[in-house]
């Protein structure tokens, strides 16, 4: 198992690379049944590949929406993930003390965006020598980013991946601004679109993030038109009964009809 794939400059990358799975780890069942079928359709289509789902979800609007099922036993599962289907791991991390024990099992961990100026956490996350994958807060400018990618250089690590999430408009939208991917790409780091976050309607009164998913595929093809080197997007076997997030992810039946058209895309945008 390798994250080669993952740097700039990998000589032997033949498509973009896709960051995908659940929100959460919700139950084992589920998360094994997601992580089979994504690894299926990316060998078929030759994408690499990290499973990404997160042990425990901190950031949430309201305080009776569901975070974990536990730490222990999420970071289990996504160890058995791991080892029983050989692709590696990205999840989440909140705290500076969270990064070490994370990093146990993950190969890649994530930053997100609404912490990406923290830098105790920036800090612990490039000490554990794990790519780091630093998600664009909403309020941030693509050209800031490279002060957060500066402070997990200052670790000594430079396996870093940058992700575009949208940025805030107004209250309840985000929008993408597709320059923010070149832009990033001069950091010399690898700049990921994360097209299902990026279609989020946050801060409903319900208290429960809405979202856009039938502009899902809208999203992914633009971001491989201008140059992303990878895509990240959640997916479920039944978003309607998704513990978090599920107005934003992809059915997991439409995944490889999508790929597909995204892999199409890459082939011919790399040409020019």
């Not at 003390?97 to 099992?105: F, R």
């Not at 794990?130 to 402070?151: C, D, H, R, T």
């Not at 801060?203 to 993030?209: E, F, M, P, R």
């Amino acid at each position: 198992m390798t994250t080669d794939f993952l740097k700039q400059n990998d000589a032997t990358s033949i498509n973009f690379f896709l960051l995908a799975g659940p929100c959460v780890v919700e139950t084992e069942s589920i998360t094994m049944t997601t992580a089979e079928t994504i690894k299926t359709i990316t060998g078929k289509y030759k994408i690499p590949f990290v499973f990404k789902a997160s042990y425990k979800k901190a950031n949430r609007t309201s305080l009776n929406s569901f975070s974990t099922i536990g730490t222990e036993k999420a970071l289990r599962i996504l160890e058995k993930v791991k080892k029983s289907l050989n692709v590696p791991i990205i999840t989440d991390i909140h705290t500076a003390e969270e990064a070490t024990m994370a990093a146990e099992v993950a190969d890649v961990l994530q930053i997100p965006a609404f912490l990406s100026r923290q830098t105790e956490l920036l800090i612990a996350a490039g000490n554990t020598g794990k790519f780091i994958n630093i998600k664009k807060g909403q309020f941030l400018s693509p050209e800031s980013m490279q002060f957060a990618v500066k402070k997990v250089e200052s670790t000594g690590n430079k396996t870093i991946l940058l992700t575009e999430r949208g940025s805030m408009f107004g209250y309840g939208d985000l929008v993408v601004d597709f320059r923010s991917v070149p832009v990033m790409q001069k950091t010399g780091y690898p700049v990921v679109v994360d097209i299902t976050h990026s279609l989020q309607q946050p801060n409903q009164s319900t208290g429960v993030t809405g979202g856009n998913p039938e502009l899902i595929a809208t999203m992914g093809k633009a971001a491989i038109a201008v140059g992303a080197n990878g895509i990240f997007l959640e997916t479920h076997p039944n978003p309607a009964e998704a513990l978090s997030d599920g107005a934003n992810m992809l059915p997991l039946k439409q995944l490889d009809k999508l790929l597909y058209q995204l892999t199409e895309i890459y082939h011919v945008v790399k040409n020019f």
